[in-house]
């Protein structure tokens, strides 16, 4: 699964060589003196799938410099975004740690340790410069690990002439210019043409479906990979979720418990309306897991990236809300837009 989990120096699909070394500040400090400041026994660290595998040597550097009788504890849990939090091992521990991800919300008891990216991103930003933007004004947006190279994005962009846009999301945004897999909202600017820093293909092709009106520049700043965004055959996958599921009869209609992916509204609403549609509970929404439920179709209310990045890895059409709206007539095909989430809980 994609959706917000680390890609950078994930080359497995690229071909390519890494071209930066990847260096991280844990923040070690930071949460030391959380520590001592609320007298805690217990710390729990969270890490995004991608760096799960550094998560015993932090644990080890972390266990050095504090007292001996605080323990260490690891969500083995997966995680995704800072939509993801493990609300179980955050109830558990007096400080918990969630590392890789900007905050969703705020609250005292937990650090968020954002891990931005040490990749040099001007060199990508030549490079669209160079190749693909056009006229006097552009849209800037990148993804939390670049997050701290925002400014200088934007002041090289103005240095070479560009009148910048940006914007804050809504409030399930921390910074602005910033995007989620789920959410666009600080890419509604005034201009044709959005620039977005950052890795994975995916970002940017929800991107590019949200504003359909503009041309979207991808700058993989990792793995020093320019492209524009193309929606067709993405757009063709969707198109044949709906058709499959045109014939369905049973609905299972999914609400995801994770603490940041909850759209109880839409779900309930589903159910209320279709005796046929029953409401199916889950944390981690994965083919395995839905696989003996005899049904003709899901509908994921949870984290839309799972029904557009790993819908074709269920045994049944995966569809989202507005989707299933589609499948049994109460819109047009043509309506068809990028299922985003807004808010937080
Ligand atoms: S719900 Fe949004 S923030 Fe959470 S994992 Fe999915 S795309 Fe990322």
């Known amino acids: 699964m994609s959706q917000e989990s680390y890609s950078e120096g994930d ?3 690229t071909g390519m ?5 990847r260096e991280w500040d844990y923040e070690l400090d930071r949460i030391v003196d959380a520590v001592e400041e609320r007298d805690a026994d217990k710390v729990g660290l969270q890490f995004p799938e991608g760096l799960k595998r550094r998560g015993p040597r932090v644990a080890d550097d972390l266990r050095e410099i504090l007292p001996d009788d605080v323990t260490v504890v690891i969500s083995g849990q997966p995680c995704y975004g800072a939509c993801d939090l493990d609300t179980y091992l955050m109830r558990r521990t007096d400080v918990f740690v969630h590392f890789g991800h900007s905050p969703m919300k705020e609250s005292d ?4 340790v954002p891990l931005f990216s040490n990749v040099e991103v001007l060199p990508s930003v030549d490079r669209a410069i160079d190749e693909e933007l056009a006229g006097d004004d552009v849209g ?3 993804t939390a ?3 701290n190279r925002f400014e200088e994005m934007r002041e090289h962009l103005e240095d070479a002439g560009y009148t910048v846009h940006t914007r804050k999301g809504d409030d399930r945004l921390t910074h602005e210019g910033q995007v989620l897999g789920c959410n666009y909202a600080s890419a ?4 044709d043409q959005i620039l977005y820093v950052g890795g994975g293909k995916f970002h940017p092709l929800g991107l590019a479906m949200e504003h359909p009106d503009k041309k979207v520049v991808i700058a993989d700043p990792v793995n020093n990979v320019l492209t524009v965004a193309d929606t067709e055959k993405f757009m063709k996958q969707r198109y044949g979720a709906v058709h499959r599921a045109m014939d369905a009869e049973k609905f299972g209609v999914i609400f995801c418990t994770k603490i940041g992916q909850g759209r109880w509204d839409q779900a309930e609403e589903i159910v209320d309306n279709n005796d046929d549609a029953y409401l199916i509970t889950m944390d981690e929404v994965t083919p395995d897991r839905l696989r003996n439920f005899d049904m003709d179709a899901f509908v ?4 839309p990236r799972i029904t557009t990045d790993d819908g074709p890895q269920f045994h049944k059409p995966m569809l989202t809300p507005q989707e299933y709206r589609i499948a049994i007539g109460e819109e047009p095909l043509d309506a ?4 985003t989430f807004h808010g937080t809980w």
Do not use: P, W
């Open 11 to 13: 080359l497995r699909n």
């Open 17 to 21: 060589s890494l071209k930066h070394d």
């Open 109 to 112: 008891k937990i650090i968020y």
């Open 140 to 142: 800037l947006v990148t």
């Open 145 to 147: 690990q670049h997050m």
């Open 188 to 191: 509604d600017i005034d201009a």
């Open 300 to 303: 994921n209310t949870g984290c």
């Open 336 to 339: 068809l837009e990028f299922d």
